[in-house]
């Protein structure tokens, strides 16, 4: 009889391989098979970078998938990827999942775990949370994000106009941006428009090599990009 | 000449040292002091359970803090730890304080920051992120939170009625509630009215030996209570 194996869903933070968990380093030891992705558009996956030093390449499988938000594509991938993850399960193999971040926030561990739904038995399925990009941008700069009553908003820019996320961004105290991607300027304009008393840190990057850190957005060098950032602003500013 | 020490404010997570990273574990480990609080009302620190097995007695200085929302006392209670804090990392002690979940997201920390501004050199100081309790709740069961242009709002209960939140609720896809306290069967009511197709999961004191999770927010027995409880609500359902 065959022993099923298992799968971890790790988040393995945004970029310091001091923010990994131990729990997470432990699956990690574990693993007979690690999952990293690769978009399409890059060479390196970052979150196996991060992770590197544990993994070495006789357990490693890259797979990629396409930069698009075209849904059927995705899904299409999504479920060849969770088919492979069920197989390997059942065959008695150990696998890790890697995420970057946390694992359930804005994640593909969010569509694998949907898409394995009745493909291997719950019991087999193991998330691991970990630290967010945003957490780790507010710890890197000493900023003060959310105390006592104040409400957190979390926003991925929408597809279209901002405007879309205004309504948001009213009812909150510190607000969170995400996947800025080649929106920058944009998404400059909106906040000094919506928040003229803020206080920010934007962070890409953060706590990798390449990290950049900011929390003056009016000095935000040209040649910045939104790829792996993050923006927090904190409507009221920060009182000492 | 009298060498600084260093103040490291480390998330440990909502429960589970497993949760801990290896950079909070490291900071741990060099600390000369480590300073873990304790609500009047209590026997045990939350935070100090996580990390028992790595702090002994010697090292250790538990704070105590009034259980009150009244602003003055709480000013005056932050101030005296934070000037206790600055007086230790003037006499060059390696000082660690502990937070229970992410170090900066609804956390003591975030007040000894601003109470330090001016106390002691920014360069003293580094913040550790951790693992929230919604991630970690999500996680414990294997929870779909938030994907793609999903938005999320984090909500701290209210003083004064839940109406109050509201207009932020009907604008996020996905809803954390925390400090939830004594108020669980009123913010049912609450989330019955507004998430009729919700999907969602309770958890209380995640990740430890106390840990309750519940999915059928129907089915909550009587006698739980909402004390280091999180509450988080997905709008459309989960969507296999």
Known sequence: MNKRGHL??????PGDP???????????????????????SREESAAL???KEW????????YGFPMTRE???LAACWREVADEVAALV???????????GDALTYSTFNYILQQLAGKIPPECVTTIPGVT?????????????VCGEELLAVIPLPDGPLSR???????????????????????????NEEFPDRAAVFASRVGTPGQYLCRDLDRLPEGVDGYLSVLIVRKAGIKP
Chains 1, 2 share one sequence.
């Open 133 to 145: 990009s945003f957490a780790a941008a507010a710890a890197a700069e000493n900023f003060p994000m």
């Open 71 to 73: 849904p059927d594509s």
């Open 49 to 51: 970078q991060i992770v």
């Open 55 to 62: 993994v070495d390449e006789t357990r490693l499988r890259v």
């Open 8 to 13: 971890w869903g790790i988040g393995v933070g």
């Open 165 to 191: 996320v205004r309504g948001l961004v009213r009812e909150s105290d510190t607000v969170v941006f995400m996947k800025i991607g080649n929106r920058l300027k944009e998404l400059m304009a909106f906040v």
């Open 18 to 40: 001091g923010l990994l968990t131990l729990k997470a380093l432990e699956a990690l030891k574990e693993a007979t098979v690690i999952m990293a992705p690769l978009a399409s």
């Open 90 to 100: 059942e065959k008695g193999e150990k696998v890790v999942f890697l995420t970057l």
